[in-house]
T-cell receptor, first 112, second 113 residues
């Protein structure tokens, strides 16, 4: 069985400060992990993915995530937030069957 | 290249009616999956089709059905609509199966009144 838990429903940061969005996963298999972003009234855009290669994954728009098997975590970070980063972020786990599981999402607010 | 395209983008239906949503995958992608996203929640997996066969099904009632055509496009059908079926329905495509990146369309907004 697979599951994914996003530890914060909302995160608020000031523009120019670091962003940390936390994700823990559970999987009986070696998982593939993804982060997607969804801007209001839009579809989902892939930020980055981990598929058992390098544990530190770099994505678009300056985001990166580190796969830590011992902690079963895949936290998303960005060194400096921009106003355009304000959106909903989803951590996703896939593998061990044709089913992709989404976390509940973390809403990121960026203050000027 | 065109991304995943979905139609219609918005529609309003009455309780008890039936709806068909359509999806065209990215060229070369053979896997299509469907998700329901209720306002304020994350997407919930409904179906995945690969090579025209159902390969996965989420926890949805039998009122929900889907199929994939020889050109890999797909339709999602929902019968006997309920108010709770109001949601954004997202289609995604990927090259093959479970470990490939899935690419999403913009979705179809369904409102049931």
């Amino acid at each position: 069985a697979q599951s994914v838990t996003q530890l914060d429903s909302h995160v608020s940061v000031s523009e120019g400060t670091p962003v940390l969005l936390r994700c823990n996963y559970s999987s009986s298999y070696s998982p593939s992990l993804f982060w997607y972003v969804q801007h209001p009234n839009k579809g989902l855009q892939l930020l980055l993915k981990y598929t058992s290669a390098a544990t530190l994954v770099k994505g678009i728009n300056g985001f990166e995530a580190e796969f830590k098997k011992s902690e079963t975590s895949f936290h998303l970070t960005k060194p400096s937030a921009h106003m355009s980063d304000a959106a909903e972020y989803f951590c996703v786990v896939s593998g061990g069957g044709f089913k992709t599981i989404f976390g509940a999402g973390t809403r990121l607010f960026v203050k000027a | 290249d065109a991304g995943v395209t979905q139609s219609p983008t918005h529609l309003i239906k009455t309780r008890g009616q039936q709806v068909t949503l359509r999806c065209s995958p990215i060229s070369g992608h053979k896997s299509v999956s469907w998700y329901q996203q209720v306002l304020g929640q994350g997407p919930q997996f409904i179906f995945q089709y690969y090579e025209k066969e159902e390969r996965g099904r989420g926890n949805f009632p039998d009122r929900f059905s889907a199929r994939q055509f020889p050109n890999y496009s797909s339709e999602l059908n929902v019968n006997a609509l309920l108010l709770g079926d109001s949601a954004l329905y997202l289609c995604a495509s990927s090259l093959a199966g479970e470990r490939n990146t899935i690419y999403f369309g913009e979705g179809s907004w369904l409102t049931v009144v």
